[in-house]
């Protein structure tokens, strides 16, 4: 079935009954037999994270955005609430199986076979990456072991005893499970685990998290995936190209934007907007994730080059340079020795200024990322070592960034 085909169905199936759409896709004049998807997207007015919060606050608690009754949803899910109201977002088991679907794409990509034991280091709150994650690997045939309610140490130890060859968690957790490893005296070169897929953060495309990540657990392989709670698993790594995504087309139609003006960015840097084609029972169309990606085109189709670069809400003008947080990660985790850090963002009048803390017990690899940095931006970022068990420590997706007036 073609793009086309799939976006006829999800407005079909929208348009009757779905109260939050009725009237935005009344208003662009567009029926369940659009002529094309350039139409769709030329007509169809954007859906924001706020439109939805905003829903949700005026018919609590589960907004209007439903197209079969209410009686019908099985699954609860809801985003983190990091950039602002936590969204609870419910599906049927129809939406949730197209959902475990897309996830055996990524195994298939990440070359996870049937039988393999997979790890998750997650506390199955209320996110969805965790249950379609794990649920969809027991439906592909794996051995699924649940690191829920256990310390660190506890979920290394399990990691090893059951011999889990593939762990499922953010990049930042499993640099702490490294670390952890080597103050408990577990020596991870026992463990069998030959892949990491990690996701929740951009790190999982960067060449110097990727490498120190592999490094740390005995060369095991790592992958990136993409997704979010408001839409599903999204993105898959070529299994030819690393640090490159490739968007799940049978279930989403992609277009990237200008974050400022809206306007479409056929290639290059823009932010990503997706309208879920499989997802139907709690659709999105023309959703603006925020989140910022290099885009080109080949053979294969649409390529997200170093995957997620950022979002639109996390750039940082210091001193007229533009600066994201992977891009100051990538080369804080480019130097060795450094084992956690921490960014403070203060405003000086209107213009910010950053510094930085690096916990390390090896005093110089403060002076080597201050000149890092200075050779990566062309700015003086002051950096300050603090002792080794100073900074905290995250488990899903860390909050290094600090801002004050």
């Known amino acids: 079935m073609s793009q086309l085909e799939r976006l006829r169905a999800l407005l079909a199936r929208t348009i009757p009954q779905n109260r939050f759409y009725i009237p935005r896709v009344a208003a662009a004049g567009l029926t369940a037999d659009v002529a094309s998807v350039a139409e769709f997207s030329r007509r169809m007015t954007f859906t924001t994270k706020q439109d939805l919060v905003a829903d949700q606050t005026e018919h609590p608690p589960y907004g209007t955005n439903h197209s079969a009754p209410l009686a019908s949803y099985t699954r609860f899910c809801q985003t983190s609430g990091t950039t602002g109201r936590a969204l609870v977002i419910l599906d049927t088991n129809e939406s949730w199986g197209s959902l475990l679907a897309n996830w055996e794409v990524i195994y298939r990509a990440a070359a996870v076979a049937p039988g393999d034991r997979v790890y998750f280091a997650f506390s199955f709150g209320p996110f969805l990456g965790f249950w379609t994650a794990f649920e969809a690997a027991a439906g592909y045939g794996c051995l699924c072991i649940p690191g829920g309610g256990l310390s660190s140490a506890g979920r290394l130890r399990a990691i090893i005893e059951h011999r889990a060859e593939v762990l499922c968690c953010t990049p930042t957790y499993a640099l702490h499970l490294a670390e952890i490893a080597g103050h408990e005296g577990i020596h991870l070169a026992s463990a069998a685990v030959r892949k990491i897929i990690v996701a929740g953060e951009p790190g999982g495309s960067v060449p110097a998290i990727r490498e120190r990540i592999s490094a740390a657990w005995n060369g095991a392989r790592v992958i990136d995936h993409y997704g979010m709670t408001e839409v599903g698993p999204v993105a898959f790594e070529d299994s030819a190209r690393s640090g490159v995504l490739r968007i799940i087309d049978d279930s989403y139609f992609a277009e990237i934007i200008d974050p400022a003006t809206g306007a479409p960015v ?96 090896e005093p110089a690899a403060a002076v080597v990322l201050e000149r890092a940095l200075n050779a990566a931006f062309a700015l003086r970022i002051p950096v300050t070592g603090v002792p080794p068990g100073t900074l905290p420590r995250f488990e899903m997706k860390a909050r290094r960034w600090l801002f004050s007036d």
């Open 266 to 361: 056929p290639e290059g840097a823009g932010e990503l907007v997706l309208t879920t084609l499989g997802r139907t029972a709690s659709p999105l169309l023309r959703y603006r994730t925020g989140d910022l990606v290099k885009a080109t085109r080949d053979a294969h189709g649409l390529a997200l080059e170093g995957g997620i670069i950022g979002r639109t809400d996390d750039m940082i003008v210091v001193r007229g340079v533009n600066l994201y947080p992977a891009a100051v990660e990538g080369v804080v985790r480019s130097i060795d020795g450094i084992l956690e850090y921490r960014v403070h963002v203060t405003r000086r009048g209107e213009m910010p200024e950053l510094r930085v803390e690096v916990e390390t017990g």
